[in-house]
């Protein structure tokens, strides 16, 4: 199958910078991709998602970027906050598990205060 | 929203014993649910995917008769690790999809299951 990875393993941040993960894909028919969130020892939690027709979409403090060109996926954190610490990571459809998702090796966000 | 419970959130066992962890979606109803390993620092890797009524579907490399998988109810998935060894230790998660289109490919994940093999 194809890899969703991640560009940098770590992220230190000051509280209330801005933060930006980024993400290759190597899949070129991905049509959707995801953010999750995972706090320590908790299960992953869903942040924001786009589809391939779309380049950029906003949440809550949450920007994904998507540019198809380079097959390059981001999420950009406004105004970073000590909550915002965990490991993020993108993630895309498995096509070969009936709709699972296959995620990358993900990102560490640590927001110091 | 959705919700996935997971039971037990963490266990201890001997080498050699079998657990067995659950899976629920709370209040909704889940013909496919997703069952995933972690390690430490390391990511989420899909073991296998858990069917309503029929067998479940094991990715490369996962023993599906050290892992059984029991889905008889649309709101509950076992994961059972038979003769477990220390090198099964791990932090099991179980997912179920909870999007309707477009975001049909959204999952809801349990807080998992931390099994620590002695």
């Known amino acids: 199958g194809e890899n969703v990875g991640l560009h940098l393993p770590t992220l230190s941040v000051q509280e209330g910078d801005n933060s930006i993960i980024n993400c290759a894909y190597s899949?070129?028919?991905?049509?959707?991709f995801i953010w999750y969130k995972q706090e320590s020892g908790k299960g992953p939690q869903f942040i924001i998602d786009i589809r391939s027709n779309m380049d950029k979409r906003q949440g809550q403090r949450v920007t994904v970027l998507l540019n198809k060109t380079v097959k390059h996926l981001s999420l950009q954190i406004a105004a970073t906050q000590p909550g915002d610490s965990a490991v993020y990571f993108c993630?895309?459809?498995?096509?070969?598990?009936?709709?699972?998702?296959?995620f990358g090796k993900g990102t560490t966000l640590s927001v110091s205060s | 929203g959705a919700v996935v419970s997971q039971h037990p959130s963490w266990v201890i066992c001997k080498s050699g014993t079998s657990v067995k962890i659950e899976c629920r979606s709370l209040d909704f109803q889940a013909t496919t649910m997703f069952w995933y390993r972690q390690f430490p620092k390391q990511s989420l890797m899909l073991m296998a995917t858990?069917?309503?009524?029929?067998?479940?579907?094991?990715e490369q490399g996962v023993e599906k008769d050290k892992f059984l998988i029991n889905h008889a109810s649309l709101t509950l998935s076992t994961l059972t690790v038979t003769s477990a060894h220390p090198e099964d230790s791990s932090f099991y998660i179980c997912s179920a999809r909870t999007g309707q289109p477009p975001k049909g490919n959204v999952l809801t994940f349990g807080a998992g299951s931390r099994l620590t093999v002695l």
């Open positions: 858990s069917n309503e009524g029929s067998k479940a579907t094991y």
């Open positions: 993630a895309e459809p498995y096509e070969g598990a009936g709709t699972a998702l296959i």
């Open positions: 899949n070129s028919a991905s049509d959707y």
